[in-house]
């Protein structure tokens, strides 16, 4: 039966045991009739199946990534991108692929770039500059505005609010305010005493009244309904968000249906 499964004559099986029990110094077999395994021939048999098994599901798992079945997915992405950009797109790829993992990062745009250098992210989300290397096209872009608290006397103004109305308020500023060069706002970031990096943390200032601060009109997600965002009239300044990857010859099946996904995504031009 063995000789019919391996496709060898029985003495070409016999003969192929007996050099393999020579090289290991030991029997495989009780008696001469090849009935029973020694306790070494069990283990060697126990390994050897563990063995098959393993190399069966690497062939599974490599095909999988060939597919975009399997696999994984990393992403380094800003925290206002993660709350209210990724969340439907995330929903949709896990639908169409259930067994890829997908690994989420948020981090600030420096921390974006970092991780897509280190190799530590196949996809960085954030507003990112040019590298060598890497791709990259823009995902939508926003402009900033004022964000405070739904009852801030501010809030009945939001089609007619310009930088001079808010020289006198308590700015909150954050890592994005960099990205504002509007000369009217200079002189209100330099003279801010809160700065905060955290996205939660800022809102949940916004929310105790702390303050007001600038942000893209996307920072805030469908049910933030106790923070109001507040064109402002007299500026033009947008935050450009890309999407960042290495070249696409050097990307897995699964992370170019995520790019993919990512192109085709619908965002209403600001």
């Not at 050099?19 to 008696?31: D, N, R």
């Not at 405070?148 to 700015?171: F, K, V, Y």
């Not at 064109?231 to 999407?243: G, I, N, T």
């Amino acid at each position: 039966m063995a000789a019919d499964a391996l496709g060898r004559t029985p003495s070409a099986v016999s003969m192929a045991l007996k050099q393999f029990e020579e090289h290991l110094g030991a029997p495989l077999f009780v008696g001469s009739r090849k009935s029973k395994l020694t306790p070494l021939g069990q283990a060697i048999l126990t390994e050897a199946l563990q063995e098959i098994a393993h190399f069966a599901r690497s062939v599974r798992r490599i095909e999988g990534l060939a597919q975009a079945t399997h696999g994984e997915v990393r992403l380094a992405v800003t925290p206002s991108v993660a709350q209210t950009v990724l969340p439907e797109i995330i929903k949709s790829y896990s639908e169409l692929y259930p067994d890829v993992s997908i690994e989420l990062r948020d981090l600030d745009s420096a921390g974006v770039l970092a991780e897509l250098e280190a190799d530590r992210a196949d996809i960085g989300i954030a507003a990112l500059p040019e590298r060598a290397g890497f791709e990259r096209f823009e995902l939508f872009c926003d402009p900033f505005g004022v964000v405070c608290r739904a009852d801030h006397p501010l809030a009945p103004r939001w089609d007619s609010l310009t930088w001079a109305d808010i020289t006198e308020e308590t700015l909150i500023a954050n890592g994005l305010c960099d990205k504002i060069n509007d000369p009217a706002f200079e002189t209100m970031r330099a003279g801010s005493r809160l700065f905060v990096h955290n996205t939660a943390s800022l809102l949940a200032l916004l929310r105790a009244g702390a303050g007001i601060s600038i942000l893209p009109m996307r920072a805030l997600g469908a049910g933030e309904d106790d923070l109001v965002f507040l064109p402002l009239k007299d500026s033009k300044a947008k935050r450009h968000v890309h999407v960042m990857h290495r070249t696409e010859d050097q990307l897995l099946t699964p992370v170019l249906h995520f790019t993919d996904a990512l192109r085709a995504a619908s965002f209403q031009k600001i």
